[in-house]
């Protein structure tokens, strides 16, 4: 009796400790979630002020369709900020690597969802978790001193640090995100589905292509937009394996797929590279800065997408 006394002591005791720390811990959870947005909002008050100076007197039309970027000319001429070659450097590279990540990304995630059993699926769970804790300069270190040769030799290319290279370090950099996330969404898939289509006398691969991913479409669109994501703000990979040049291919070069192996430059590279021979407030720091209000706007733009696709995919799948 004098135990169950006690017990009951200490649990009323934690009761009222619970109780009283609710407030605390509801408060701590509130600011968590409103943190967030501040930060946000902070990143954005702080590039549009350094901005602000430049931002009315910027030549548009020459920042988004001319490639003629010379912050630094010869005394006696005028700076010009034609972007449109660090711009093309940044889509181009983010569609060549989800060319080659998101199919690699999602057969790996189907194999070891679907396919792979006990150890050999533990093993290979573990190197993607390795391969995403490899830091981006590494990955930057590969790209110039391994992939650079290796591509020189095998194309027979001039110059081995290009576009080609750069968006294979982000595509090899984004894979651990889409296998992560695409493989999570396809086991949140009931597997009253894959028993209910065997049942019916599909195959492995129909399961797989019929059933798992109409089911799964909501988490594999969202592996998708945030490997793009990855791949639009990717900084020191980028950087060293592009050729850091600005360049717009020409139509010849599009269709013989020589584009692959030009050098370009990304948005992300031009302000690593760019912002140490900055003065601080001068027209190319403010510049710099306007080059980053171009990509948050493309970041933002690619979550709101993201956002309202999955959405519309949820409530037409509804």
Request: aromatic share 10%; net charge neutral.
């Amino acid at each position: 009796m004098a135990n169950g006394s006690k017990q009951n002591s200490i649990r009323a005791l934690g009761s009222r400790l619970v109780d009283g720390a609710e407030p605390l811990i509801r408060a701590v959870i509130y600011g968590s979630g409103w943190s967030s947005i501040l930060f946000v909002g902070a990143i954005f008050f702080f590039i549009f002020r350094e901005a602000a100076p430049i931002l009315s007197k910027v030549d548009w039309g020459e920042f988004f369709f001319t490639n003629k970027w010379i912050p630094n000319p010869a005394p006696g001429n005028e700076p010009s900020y034609g972007a449109a070659g660090i711009l093309y450097g940044t889509f181009a590279i983010t569609v060549v690597s989800m060319l080659i990540a998101m199919p690699l990304g999602l057969a790996a995630a189907i194999y070891i969802s679907e396919f792979a059993q006990g150890k050999v699926k533990e093993t290979l769970k573990v190197l993607i978790e390795l391969l995403a804790a490899i830091p981006s300069i590494i990955w930057g270190f590969i790209g110039l001193v391994i992939m650079g040769p290796i591509i020189r030799n095998v194309f027979g290319v001039e110059v081995g640090v290009n576009l080609f290279n750069a968006s294979l370090m982000v595509a090899f950099m984004a894979i651990p995100l889409i296998v992560s996330i695409s493989e999570d969404s396809l086991r949140a898939v009931p597997d009253s589905y894959r028993e209910a289509a065997l049942a019916l006398g599909a195959s492995r691969w129909e399961v797989v292509y019929r059933v798992l991913f109409p089911a799964a479409k909501n988490g594999l669109l969202a592996a998708a937009m945030l490997g793009v994501g990855r791949a639009v703000g990717e900084t020191m990979a980028v950087w060293m394996a592009s050729g850091g040049t600005e360049n717009i291919p020409s139509s010849d070069q599009v269709f013989n797929l020589s584009f692959l192996f030009e050098r370009v430059k990304a948005m992300t590279a031009t302000i690593a590279s760019e912002m140490k021979d900055t003065a601080h407030g001068d027209q190319h720091y403010q510049m710099l800065f306007v080059i980053g209000i171009v990509l948050l706007c493309i970041s933002v733009a690619i979550n709101v997408v993201s956002d309202l696709v999955i959405k519309g995919v949820k409530k037409k799948h509804s």
